[in-house]
């Protein structure tokens, strides 16, 4: 009975992992978007990452985020498509990219990735061309969501989004779209 309760409140990887790049998410400075990503070989651990400037290079809270603006296509919820201007911050290299600048090859093969944010398109590329085979996310990034989808299919790596998942509450911040 005891270790039934036990086995019942011990978190599942999934979780364990998605709570881990939440965690690693929270020392990201950019005030738009904080995105955490771990490299998980088996049930290990090999990496963990947070988008941010490069080393050396005033962060988005001393010298305010970089703002890029672009037209984008939506559909909203009347089912209309529409044109609408977005604002992204470009100065932090996206969580996914230093994951991959800060681990190795070797280590990437066959690996997981578990990723806060569903990659964007230029991520999900990289992403595609590292070695791994699973990326598994939590929020969903809708802007580039059926071509990512496409080229996961493509390249056969698994795409998993873990929509049950409930954040650690101190480490989620709302997102500025
Ligand atoms: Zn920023
Ligand atoms: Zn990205």
Avoid at 14 to 32: E, G, K, L, N, P
Wanted: charged share 25%.
């Amino acid at each position: 009975m005891q270790s039934s309760a036990r086995e019942h409140a011990r978190k599942d990887w999934d979780t364990y992992f998605m709570d881990i790049a939440y965690m690693v998410s929270t020392r990201s400075r950019c005030h738009r978007r904080h995105v955490g990503a771990v490299l998980v070989q088996g049930k290990k651990l090999l990496g963990t990452a947070y988008n941010g400037a490069p080393m050396g290079v005033e962060d988005c809270e001393e010298a305010g985020c970089m703002i890029s603006e672009e037209y984008e296509l939506v559909t909203n919820e009347q089912g209309e498509q529409q044109i609408v201007k977005k604002q992204r911050c470009i100065r932090t290299i996206h969580a996914e990219q230093n994951l991959l600048l800060f681990t190795d090859r070797i280590d990437r093969e066959g690996s997981v990735v578990y990723v806060t944010d569903q990659p964007c398109w230029t991520c999900a590329n990289m992403l595609a061309n590292s070695g791994i085979s699973e990326i598994v996310f939590h929020r969903p990034y809708s802007k580039d969501d059926q071509k990512v989808r496409h080229l996961m299919e493509q390249v056969g790596i698994i795409f998993r989004s873990l929509d049950m998942y409930e954040p650690p509450a101190h480490a989620a911040m709302e997102i500025k779209q």
